[in-house]
Each structure stands twice: as C-alpha cells, then as structure tokens.
C-alpha cells in the first residue's frame, strides 16, 4: 500500500537535544511539507519541499531544520534552539498542484 | 493575509442529529478549499474538497458547498454516528503558492449515543 509513514510514534527529548523525526513516501509525490500541531489550534507549516535539494522555510521554521536529499524521504530536525519543541509533528505529500495533501499518522514529540 | 475561521468547539450532539460546522475564510484570490478529519491520536485525513465557487463537495454523508460571495465553507451532515466524533479542519490551499495549506484551529465533535 502506498503511504506516508512517519517514525517514531512518540519521541522523548531532553531539554539541549537535537533529535530529527523521520517522513517517508513510497507514493512518488514531489512536494513534501511538515506541520506542527498543538492542542486547540490548527496546523502550522514548519518547512516545504517542492522538488529534491530544495525547501523552503514555512510559517514557523525557527528553530527546525530539514534536508530532502532523496525524493521520498524528508527527515525534520527539532533543534535545541526551539524552545517549547512539545507538539505533535504531522508530516505530508503532495503529488501535483491540483491534488489534497496526503498526511502521516503523526509523532508526538515530548521534553523530558 | 490568508486565514480560516471556525467555530468553535467542542460541539456534542446526539446520535442521528443534524450538523454544522461553519467555516469562513479570508483569501486574495481563489482558494481550492477543503474539510480534513482527525480520529484520536492520528494523521489527518482528506474528507471532501471544492476547487471552486459554487462547487459542492461530498463524501461518507458529509457535505460543504464553496460560497464565494459569503467566503464560507460549511460542512454538514443530516445525521450523525457516534462513529463522526473526532476534530474536523477547514483549510484553504493556493496551488500556485508551493501547495501550501492554510487551517483553521479545529472543531471537536462529540456525538453521544
């Protein structure tokens, strides 16, 4: 089947850690994109990617960091700079401008 | 800027009940506009989308109609299912801005047997 697979499903961080969620699609859609979420409000987009070697920073990028060096993979880095980095971190494809967005089934990120 | 406006929740209604959940936004331009669906502890999931005005969307006995002269998006069901509990998103997308989704914060939906 194909998908979007995002790992781990829960993700623990001391506080100084950096620590990089995993996004993976097997469904060869070009853009990729990573939202943050938290509790009571919308999304919020992180970072974009529309085409490999290429991203760009979205609503909220500080303190994030990303790399799209394979078209299926788009690994997001939650640095120590991000200072409330407690969220659930939803990742997702698109295959072309006229087409929905597909989502993963998220990971939650918590500061032990 | 672009934004989307929902009501907000949570709304609990009873099994076989009517639902709104309205949804207004703010866009320069002509937005594709969507209602997404998230079950408890996962991903979203696409639940219906109008491309343009007067377009209605449909899907699982849900409904939303693009009114662009009320820059609304509602969704609506005849009746609902404890099954439809869950939060339901409204976002508007400008393909020719990178794809990006724009959301609102969310309705929760409680449906009591």
């Known amino acids: 089947d194909g998908g979007i697979t995002q790992s781990p499903k829960y993700l623990f961080r001391k506080e100084g850690q950096n620590v990089t969620l995993s996004c993976e699609q097997n469904?060869?859609?070009?853009?990729m994109y990573w939202y943050r979420q938290d509790p009571g409000q919308g999304l919020r987009l992180i970072y974009y990617s529309q085409i490999v070697n290429d991203f760009q920073k979205g609503d909220i990028a500080e303190g994030y960091s990303v790399s799209r060096e394979k078209k299926e993979s788009f690994p997001l880095t939650v640095t120590s700079a991000q200072k409330n980095p407690t969220a659930f971190y939803l990742c997702?494809?698109?295959?072309?401008?006229?087409?929905?967005?597909?989502f993963g089934d998220g990971t939650r990120l918590s500061i032990l | 800027g672009n934004s989307v406006t929902q009501m907000e929740g949570p709304v609990t209604l009873s099994e076989e009940a009517f639902l709104t959940i309205n949804c207004t936004y703010t866009?320069?331009?002509?937005?594709?506009l969507f209602w997404y669906v998230q079950y408890p502890g996962e991903g979203l999931q696409l639940l219906l989308k109008?491309?343009?005005?007067?377009d209605k969307g449909s899907n699982k006995g849900f409904e939303a109609t693009y009114r662009k002269e009320t820059t609304s998006f509602h969704l609506e069901k005849g009746s609902v299912q404890v099954s439809d509990s869950a939060v339901y998103f409204c976002a508007l997308l400008f393909y020719n801005q990178g794809g990006k989704l724009i959301f609102g914060q969310g309705t929760e939906l409680s449906v009591k047997p």
């Open positions: 469904l060869n859609h070009d853009a």
């Open positions: 109008a491309t343009k005005a007067d």
């Open positions: 866009a320069t331009g002509y937005p594709s």
């Open positions: 997702a494809s698109l295959e072309r401008l006229n087409q929905p967005q597909h």
